[in-house]
């Protein structure tokens, strides 16, 4: 799969574990450890899809996504949000607020690869690399 990938995530460990589980699909990873360094690397690389975390340090996830949709270069850009918060009422907020996709932490794999080949794939096969 041809596409770039975002993950914007402030735990070290858990921006690896995102990376290693969605490295099958051949996409180039870039990361961001806050909402700010998120929003300038989202609009300097225009990534196909953003993992977001909304716990952030700085401006948290909702803020970023908030001008992430009000800025035209970034405004289509696939957004998944990846977080603890598990409640059914934080991934209605998610939907509302112009989230393509909601994944509870822990995750598995699979479905993190499954939502984005869903989202950005079409019908695009995981290769195993490395």
Known sequence: ?????LIVEDS?????L???SI????VTVIEAED?????????????????LDIGLPGIDGWEVLRELRADTR???????????????EVAAAAERRG???????????????????GLIGGGAEIRETG
């Open 35 to 51: 909402g700010i360094g998120g929003l300038e690397a989202a609009r300097r690389e225009v990534p196909d899809i953003i993992l």
């Open 23 to 26: 490295r099958p699909l051949g």
């Open 99 to 117: 989230a393509d996709g909601f994944i509870t932490k822990p995750f598995r794999p699979g479905e993190l690869r499954e939502e984005i080949v």
């Open 74 to 88: 970034t405004a289509d850009i696939a957004v998944i949000i990846v977080t603890a918060h598990a409640q059914p």
């Open 12 to 16: 070290p460990s858990v921006r690896r």
């Open 18 to 20: 995102i990376e290693v």
């Open 1 to 5: 799969m041809d596409a770039t990938v």
